[in-house]
């Protein structure tokens, strides 16, 4: 019985673990960023500040979900301006990594939403 099972326990466990670092609280980016590096997420909140210059190949702006603040790199649509709601697909990466911290992590921009209009 207990042979039987077990396929259908890992296979539950398994979309478990999918389904949360897939989705996670940007504070979990943060204090975890080494489980989700190089990862696409998903992170909803709402567009504290963004900065883009013309003719500049990327702009930036940063979003909180309440938990903490991501800086999102977009290089190219739309990007979202101050106090919109937005749900945010993009890969986790890093500029560095000092001491275990995560120096300048952010998300590299693949999908954008906006919520509320």
């Not at 673990?17 to 990862?39: E, F, M, T, V, W």
């Not at 649509?77 to 993009?90: A, D, L």
Request: proline share 5%; glycine share 12%; aromatic share 8%.
């Amino acid at each position: 019985m207990v042979k039987k099972l077990a396929p259908l326990a890992l296979a539950l466990g398994l979309l478990a673990g999918c389904a949360l670092s897939s989705h996670p609280k940007i504070a979990d980016l943060k204090y975890n960023p080494g489980r989700y590096q190089n990862h696409s997420v998903t992170v909803d909140g709402v567009v504290t500040s963004s900065w883009g210059i013309p003719m500049v190949p990327f702009k930036l702006y940063k979003v909180d979900d309440g938990t903490g603040e991501v800086t999102v790199i977009a290089q190219n649509g739309r990007i979202p301006t101050k106090g919109s709601r937005v749900s945010v697909r993009g890969r986790v990466n890093e500029f560095a990594t000092f001491g275990g911290q995560a120096v300048g992590l952010h998300l590299q921009q693949e999908h954008v939403s906006f919520k509320g209009y």
